[in-house]
């Protein structure tokens, strides 16, 4: 079994700033993580190859040179190769524009039986790129999954729904997009981090490689663009404390509860 699990390198959004006159991210000294969701996408591909026979995983991602690092922690948990596209003509490549250049890596790795893709990035949340490369390659897709479970070349997930959730059939090859609940992903070894920057294990390729049309990507095939970035609005609020006993301050709770009709 082949799989492939697309990667993205992030910001660590725990450290973000906003540039206040600006409006876009300060990223000057801003750490660079694996996109949390990107990594239980890994995780469970590394599951089911430590509980198969003949399975190969192979990590890919889009980005500037820098990305490279997050290949080499991927190396480090247990993938079998990686692939970096980058290429000055991807910059500036929106949702659309990244998943036709990722399914073009896609393509050029040929044989595969299931794709991972984290739900969502913590730099932009909007859930599009696992779908599209779905769309892009005409195969079907289960997203936000919790659990999994594959039956010979059957895969059956549990799907999360705001209220609820879908058990969902759906047959290989495919391609899936990791919640966070479904699994606790691994640390990479030391010894894996090492021998992850030594060798030929991370194959750089341009767009040329893969038979990407760079009129597709970037922002010439980007169709939509970034207006504005801006922190939410600090609203001040007033502050009381209240006095006595813990039962007094309960009964003031409640009473100033009631004086606002909350209850």
């Given at each position: 079994?082949?799989?492939?699990?697309?990667?993205?390198?992030?910001?660590?959004?725990?450290?973000?700033?906003?540039?206040?006159?600006?409006?876009?991210?300060?990223?000057?000294?801003?750490?660079?993580?694996?996109?949390?969701?990107?990594?239980?996408?890994?995780?469970?591909?590394?599951?089911?190859?430590?509980?198969m026979e003949g399975v190969k995983v192979t990590a890919i991602s889009m980005g500037p040179p820098q990305a490279e690092i997050a290949l080499v922690e991927a190396l480090a948990?247990?993938?079998?190769?990686?692939?970096?596209?980058?290429?000055?003509?991807?910059?500036?490549?929106?949702?659309?524009?990244?998943?036709?250049?990722?399914?073009?890596?896609?393509?050029?790795?040929?044989?595969?039986?299931?794709?991972?893709?984290?739900?969502?990035?913590?730099?932009?949340?909007?859930?599009?790129?696992?779908?599209?490369?779905?769309?892009?390659?005409?195969?079907?897709?289960?997203?936000?999954?919790?659990?999994?479970?594959?039956?010979?070349?059957?895969?059956?997930?549990?799907?999360?729904?705001?209220?609820?959730?879908?058990?969902?059939?759906?047959?290989?090859?495919?391609?899936?997009?990791?919640?966070?609940?479904?699994?606790?992903?691994?640390?990479?070894s030391i010894k894996g981090i090492f021998e992850g920057f030594k060798g030929d294990r991370i194959k750089i390729v341009s767009p040329n490689d893969v038979n990407c049309d760079?009129?597709?990507?970037?922002?010439?095939?980007?169709?939509?663009?970034?207006?504005?970035?801006?922190?939410?609005?600090?609203?001040?609020?007033?502050?009381e404390m209240l006095e006595g006993s813990p039962a007094e301050q309960a009964r003031q709770l409640l009473q100033r509860l009631r004086e606002e009709k909350i209850v």
């Amino acid at each position: 079994m082949n799989i492939i699990v697309c990667i993205k390198q992030v910001p660590d959004t725990n450290e973000a700033k906003i540039d206040p006159v600006r409006g876009t991210l300060i990223r000057e000294g801003l750490p660079s993580i694996i996109n949390p969701d990107d990594r239980n996408a890994l995780e469970e591909a590394l599951r089911i190859k430590d509980e198969m026979e003949g399975v190969k995983v192979t990590a890919i991602s889009m980005g500037p040179p820098q990305a490279e690092i997050a290949l080499v922690e991927a190396l480090a948990m247990g993938a079998d190769e990686a692939i970096l596209l980058t290429d000055r003509a991807l910059a500036g490549s929106d949702t659309l524009a990244t998943s036709t250049a990722l399914s073009a890596v896609i393509r050029y790795i040929g044989d595969f039986d299931l794709i991972f893709c984290g739900r969502q990035a913590i730099d932009g949340e909007t859930a599009h790129v696992g779908p599209q490369i779905a769309e892009h390659l005409n195969i079907p897709q289960i997203t936000c999954v919790e659990e999994l479970k594959i039956e010979g070349r059957r895969v059956i997930a549990k799907r999360a729904l705001e209220d609820g959730y879908f058990i969902v059939e759906a047959e290989m090859p495919l391609l899936l997009t990791a919640a966070k609940e479904l699994n606790q992903p691994r640390y990479p070894s030391i010894k894996g981090i090492f021998e992850g920057f030594k060798g030929d294990r991370i194959k750089i390729v341009s767009p040329n490689d893969v038979n990407c049309d760079v009129t597709t990507v970037g922002l010439e095939g980007s169709p939509t663009r970034v207006v504005e970035t801006f922190p939410p609005p600090i609203k001040s609020r007033d502050l009381e404390m209240l006095e006595g006993s813990p039962a007094e301050q309960a009964r003031q709770l409640l009473q100033r509860l009631r004086e606002e009709k909350i209850v």
